[in-house]
């Protein structure tokens, strides 16, 4: 970032205001990264089970 100053002067806030704002993105970032990740998890399992039961209705 090398703007970061004239980042903080243009929204008007401190430069400690804007670090925190930025710590709690990214921790928002990493919460839905990790919600994205179970959300794929999940969808392949059901992936995998549709495919078994397509499979048993085919027998």
Do not use: I, Y
Not at 8 to 21: F, P
Not at 34 to 54: A, F, M, P, Y
């Amino acid at each position: 970032m090398r703007n970061r100053w004239a980042v903080s002067a243009a929204c008007g806030c401190s430069h400690r205001t804007l670090r925190t704002r930025v710590q709690e993105l990214r921790t928002r970032v990493r919460e839905l990264r990790t919600r994205v990740r179970e959300l794929r998890t999940r969808v392949r399992e059901l992936r995998t089970r549709v495919r078994e039961l397509r499979g048993s209705w085919v027998v």
